[in-house]
Every structure is written in structure tokens, then in C-alpha cells.
């Protein structure tokens, strides 16, 4: 005889397991029937589209002016040596979002990933292979690496390269491969509910883990656009003067904004957990937060721009009880957990 439910089963069992450096197997069970393909496919989604790597996006090229051009002594043409350039993988040092590397090489030489291993920038496929040098050639060249999320075609980036660069495709998504495969598992003698086991396989510039925490993270801040609904009626907005864009944004993590360690360190330290408490704030308020340097508050201040809410943005009073009323609701299920 079925029994009936009032609410659907809370999954209870989480597993993972190393298969290697940049592998691993994530288990996750029981689900309820179809309820486990609702939650992986979104997942896996945003496990390729919203974890952020590090990718080359423009080249200058000492003696080369396009990317059909070729290079006296370089055994490579400039089109196959940007290939290679593209599945050499970069990871800046530091909190910086951009940076610009030069290198010099003389021949003879083969030029391999860890060749190219600066002050700047870590590459974590040290045997990736770049190009062969003759004994009389020289390659002079300057790079590009920039922190982002996804895949962005050299189209986008061309009118903002400097001249003389060869704006290049950035795939800067470091998730190589993310499946799943769903498996019934028993429970009480049904037969139907299921276990999702997720395998996921970087490129070494974060760990599977990692990833999978930030793709998360992603779902979660994105399903925030909903959280106004608990106290909406039908038919109504969540004030008259912020969209539920603008609110879902006010209530995501601090995490959410890619700030340096410091800068979160600070703000951690200080309570500051939700966007919305710094977008209330004014400069003099940032300011008084104990340990916020100079360099930490203009990092701040540029984020908060970047997302639309620059210091100084006048909320109206519906909105900041809004999230205000949010903010401490999110704190407090925190505390209780």
C-alpha cells in the first residue's frame, strides 16, 4: 500500500571521492523520484558557465602583425602558436583580475608551459607545448591572462585590445568535463528513489571541489530572486521602487563578488555577509571598518559599481526594510544551523 506524503524525502547521504589530483566523484542520495536529474542537469550547467579560471585574451608578437602571419625562425606560423597558447593554462598570483606578461626566448629552444612560469602568472601544464625555436631565432611576445567566467570570443574583446595585440578566444572556464549518472537506490523497500553520482574533472587551476562549491553557490544566488515571494501577495512587486533583480542582488553572498582574500578576510571578520549591507553603507561607514585599508576599500568601492550599486546609491525606505528584514532572516537560519 502507498503511502502518502505531505513533504518529498530529505536526501541524507553525501560522498566524495578522489579519483585523482583534478577528479572527483561527488554521490549524493535518496532523492525522490526525478528529483535528482532536476538538481544535477542545472548543476552541471553551471559547473562549465560560472566557475571562474584564468585565460590568455590578447598576444603582441614581436615581427607578426596578424594571426596568418609567420615567424622567421619559429618552426610554428603565428595561427598554430596561439593554438598552442590556448591549451597552455595560466593562473594569476595574487587578487589582481588582469595582467600583462613578456617573454623572451633565443634559440635553439623547445618552449613548453613551464617556460612561462613569471612573477605574474603560474601555469599549471608545465609540459603544455608552445613552440620550437632554430638556434639563430629570437621570439619576443607579450600576453594577456585575464580572470573571467566562461567563453568569450575574441569578437568581443577585439575593440578593446591595445595596438599591435591579436585579440584571442578566452575559454576561461577550468571544469574539463562534469556528468552525472543517476542510480535507483532502496529505501523502505521502494525501489524508485535515486542517487545522483557526479564526476567532475578540472584543468588544475581549481579543485573539482572547489567548482563544485562555486557552482552551488551560483544556484543558490540565483534562486534568490525568489526569496521575495514569502511575503508577497499574488499580483504584487516586492516594493514599488526595486525590482526583484535589484533585491535578489542586495541579498546575494559577499562571496559573490570575487573580492581578494583581504578585502573578503575584512568584511568577514567585520559581519559583513550579505551585499546588501555594504550597498547601505557610505564611504565614511566602509571607512570605520576595523582593518579596511585604503587598497581594500577601493576594491570595494569598484565592485560595487561593476554590480550597479556605487557608494552613495539612494535605496528607498521599502527597499531597505526589505532586505534589511532578509539580511537578518538569513543571518539568523545561519546561526541556527
Given at each position: 500500500?502507498?503511502?502518502?506524503?505531505?513533504?518529498?524525502y530529505?536526501?541524507?547521504?553525501?560522498?566524495?571521492?578522489?579519483?585523482?589530483?583534478?577528479?572527483?566523484?561527488?554521490?549524493?542520495?535518496?532523492?525522490?523520484?526525478?528529483?535528482?536529474?532536476?538538481?544535477?542537469?542545472?548543476?552541471?550547467?553551471?559547473?562549465?558557465?560560472?566557475?571562474?579560471?584564468?585565460?590568455?585574451?590578447a598576444?603582441?608578437?614581436?615581427?607578426?602583425?596578424?594571426?596568418?602571419?609567420?615567424?622567421?625562425?619559429?618552426?610554428?606560423?603565428?595561427?598554430?602558436?596561439?593554438?598552442?597558447?590556448?591549451?597552455?593554462?595560466?593562473?594569476?598570483?595574487?587578487?589582481?583580475?588582469?595582467?600583462?606578461?613578456?617573454?623572451?626566448?633565443?634559440?635553439?629552444?623547445?618552449?613548453?608551459?613551464?617556460?612561462?612560469?613569471?612573477?605574474?602568472?603560474?601555469?599549471?601544464t608545465?609540459?603544455g607545448y608552445?613552440?620550437?625555436?632554430?638556434?639563430?631565432?629570437?621570439?619576443?611576445?607579450?600576453?594577456?591572462?585575464?580572470?573571467?567566467?566562461?567563453?568569450?570570443p575574441?569578437?568581443?574583446?577585439?575593440?578593446?585590445?591595445?595596438?599591435?595585440?591579436?585579440?584571442?578566444?578566452?575559454?576561461?572556464?577550468?571544469?574539463?568535463?562534469?556528468?552525472?549518472?543517476?542510480?535507483?537506490?532502496?529505501?523502505?523497500?521502494?525501489?524508485?528513489?535515486?542517487k545522483?553520482?557526479?564526476?567532475?574533472?578540472?584543468?588544475?587551476?581549481?579543485?573539482?571541489v572547489?567548482?563544485?562549491?562555486?557552482a552551488?553557490?551560483?544556484?543558490?544566488?540565483?534562486?534568490?530572486?525568489?526569496?521575495?515571494l514569502?511575503?508577497?501577495?499574488?499580483?504584487?512587486?516586492?516594493?514599488?521602487?526595486?525590482?526583484?533583480?535589484?533585491?535578489?542582488?542586495?541579498?546575494?553572498?559577499?562571496?559573490?563578488?570575487?573580492?581578494?582574500?583581504?578585502?573578503?578576510?575584512?568584511?568577514?571578520?567585520?559581519?559583513?555577509?550579505?551585499?546588501?549591507?555594504l550597498?547601505?553603507?557610505?564611504?565614511?561607514e566602509?571607512?570605520?571598518?576595523?582593518?579596511?585599508?585604503?587598497?581594500?576599500?577601493?576594491?570595494?568601492?569598484a565592485?560595487?559599481?561593476?554590480?550597479?550599486?556605487?557608494?552613495?546609491?539612494?535605496?528607498?525606505?521599502?527597499?531597505?526594510?526589505?532586505?534589511?528584514?532578509?539580511?537578518s532572516?538569513?543571518?539568523?537560519?545561519?546561526?541556527?544551523?
Amino acid at each position: 500500500m502507498k503511502k502518502i506524503k505531505t513533504s518529498a524525502y530529505m536526501p541524507t547521504d553525501i560522498e566524495v571521492e578522489s579519483v585523482s589530483d583534478n577528479c572527483v566523484k561527488i554521490t549524493a542520495s535518496p532523492f525522490e523520484s526525478g528529483f535528482a536529474v532536476t538538481l544535477a542537469h542545472p548543476l552541471r550547467r553551471l559547473l562549465y558557465s560560472s566557475t571562474v579560471g584564468f585565460a590568455p585574451t590578447a598576444v603582441k608578437i614581436e615581427g607578426a602583425s596578424h594571426e596568418f602571419d609567420s615567424m622567421r625562425g619559429m618552426l610554428e606560423d603565428v595561427a598554430l602558436f596561439i593554438i598552442n597558447l590556448k591549451n597552455i593554462r595560466f593562473k594569476i598570483k595574487g587578487d589582481v583580475n588582469k595582467v600583462v606578461v613578456n617573454y623572451t626566448f633565443a634559440g635553439p629552444k623547445e618552449i613548453r608551459g613551464v617556460d612561462l612560469n613569471s612573477g605574474d602568472v603560474e601555469v599549471v601544464t608545465p609540459e603544455g607545448y608552445l613552440a620550437t625555436l632554430n638556434e639563430d631565432a629570437e621570439l619576443n611576445f607579450s600576453l594577456v591572462v585575464e580572470r573571467g567566467i566562461g567563453y568569450v570570443p575574441s569578437e568581443s574583446t577585439r575593440d578593446s585590445a591595445e595596438a599591435e595585440y591579436i585579440a584571442l578566444d578566452a575559454f576561461f572556464t577550468p571544469v574539463k568535463k562534469a556528468v552525472y549518472e543517476i542510480e535507483n537506490v532502496l529505501v523502505e523497500d521502494n525501489p524508485n528513489f535515486e542517487k545522483v553520482i557526479f564526476t567532475i574533472v578540472t584543468d588544475g587551476l581549481v579543485t573539482p571541489v572547489e567548482a563544485f562549491k562555486n557552482a552551488l553557490s551560483a544556484m543558490y544566488s540565483q534562486m534568490s530572486i525568489f526569496n521575495g515571494l514569502v511575503d508577497m501577495d499574488v499580483g504584487s512587486k516586492i516594493d514599488g521602487a526595486a525590482s526583484g533583480t535589484e533585491v535578489a542582488k542586495l541579498l546575494q553572498s559577499v562571496e559573490e563578488l570575487n573580492l581578494s582574500a583581504r578585502s573578503f578576510n575584512c568584511l568577514d571578520r567585520a559581519g559583513v555577509k550579505v551585499v546588501g549591507e555594504l550597498a547601505f553603507m557610505d564611504e565614511t561607514e566602509m571607512k570605520e571598518l576595523k582593518n579596511l585599508g585604503k587598497k581594500s576599500l577601493e576594491e570595494i568601492k569598484a565592485v560595487m559599481e561593476e554590480i550597479g550599486f556605487p557608494v552613495g546609491t539612494v535605496f528607498s525606505n521599502e527597499t531597505v526594510e526589505t532586505v534589511k528584514k532578509r539580511i537578518s532572516e538569513i543571518k539568523s537560519e545561519a546561526t541556527e544551523e
